[in-house]
């Protein structure tokens, strides 16, 4: 075969050859193999300079024939890949969408919307107060003078001597009294407050509060009942009832502790320990020092508190055993509530 048909030979074979490349791989193979320096198409190439010039110049001819015709193969093999590629990885509109994710509300703050919703419903206003309190707010106005034995009640911590980070919502009645005194209101302060505790089943070092408030003329503890047991009925289910146990707040004289009777209605079950009531607030009536600190005269208006955990309210009316569960942001615990 003479080198002209050789070079034939080769183009013809390259060319059957490209014709069963389908990846950008092959088709680096084959152009290594045809096209390279070391290909078969240089190979042959190299053999010119033994041929006569006569032979040389049909054989050239045949040489630049067949690179320039496996060169435009190439690219043309080149282009059809990558529109193949590009066809394949286009967007299919059969195909299923991607949900976007979607945030809800957190189960605290679901729980702290449903409270603040059945006590305006009440006629009661939302008033926030500070996170961060004098200790004359969060103790001294509210008739715990410094070295009252009862600030053990509430293991507190300080963001310096006379600074607290608030250890109930309690605080907030001076600010909303003085904020509204003479005339008689109606106020509940939700919020964040802050304990030194040891973190347990029932105990958070974090937890929110609703503090409730009611001062004017005529207020009695049967007042507090009333109210309280239209929220609880509102919250829990019209068939719960409320009762009040003596207790011990100085801010509060009477003081009570708050009880609803437990899902299981008195029967007595685990989270009730058998009792069929479960404890869900402090209260009392406000304290007449109290009521002077907030600048009105207790001898013309009376006033009722309360104060109860909004976690505690979540956790009876979803039945969750450990408070541990309401801020370990575990998506699976939370999306239950969402
Ligand atoms: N502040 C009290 C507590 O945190 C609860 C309370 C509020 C009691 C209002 C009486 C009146 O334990």
Same mark, same amino acid.
Do not use: E
């Given at each position: 075969m003479s080198l002209p048909e050789q070079i034939l030979a080769i183009q013809n074979g390259a060319l059957d050859h490209l014709s069963t490349v389908d990846t950008t791989q092959e088709l680096e193979d084959w152009r290594v193999q045809y096209?390279?320096?070391?290909g078969e198409l240089a190979a042959a190439i190299s053999?010119?300079?033994?041929?006569t010039p006569e032979e040389r110049r049909s054989a050239g001819q045949a040489a630049n024939h067949a690179k320039a015709a496996l060169h435009d193969a190439l690219s043309a093999k080149s282009a059809d890949l990558k529109a193949v590629a590009q066809r394949d990885s286009a967007l299919d509109v059969t195909l299923p969408g991607i949900a976007p994710v979607v945030g809800g509300l957190h189960l605290t703050r679901q729980t702290l919307y449903e409270i603040t919703r059945i006590f305006m419903g009440m006629g009661f206003k939302v008033f926030e107060t500070n996170e961060v309190e004098s200790d004359e707010y969060n103790f001294g106005l509210l008739n715990? &003078? &410094?070295?009252? &034995?009862?600030?053990?009640m509430w293991d507190t911590m300080y963001v310096s001597d006379d600074v607290?980070?608030?250890?109930?919502?309690?605080?907030g009645q001076i600010r909303a009294m003085r904020h509204f005194n003479p005339e008689p209101l109606r106020v509940i302060l939700p919020g964040k407050c802050h304990r030194y505790e040891a973190v347990d089943a029932s105990h958070e070092s974090m937890f929110y509060q609703v503090e409730g408030l009611a001062v004017g003329e005529g207020i009695t503890l049967a007042s507090l009942k009333g109210v309280f047991e239209a929220f609880t009925q509102q919250m829990f289910g019209a068939d719960r009832r409320v009762r009040f146990r003596g207790s011990y707040f100085p801010f509060t004289e009477p003081s009570v502790e708050i009880d609803i009777t437990c899902n299981c209605l008195g029967a007595g079950c685990a989270v009730c320990k058998g009792t069929g009531w479960l404890e869900v607030s402090g209260g009392g009536m406000v304290h007449p020092t109290v009521l002077r600190n907030g600048g009105y005269d207790p001898d013309i208006v009376s006033g009722f508190a309360f104060g109860m955990g909004v976690e505690r309210n979540a956790m009876l009316r979803h039945g969750?055993?450990?408070?541990?569960?309401?801020?370990?942001?575990d998506l699976r615990f939370l999306k239950q509530f969402t």
């Open positions: 096209l390279s320096r070391k053999r010119l300079a033994d041929l715990l &003078p &410094p070295d009252h &034995p009862a600030r053990d607290v980070l608030r250890t109930h919502t309690s605080p969750i055993d450990d408070i541990r569960h309401v801020y370990a942001n």
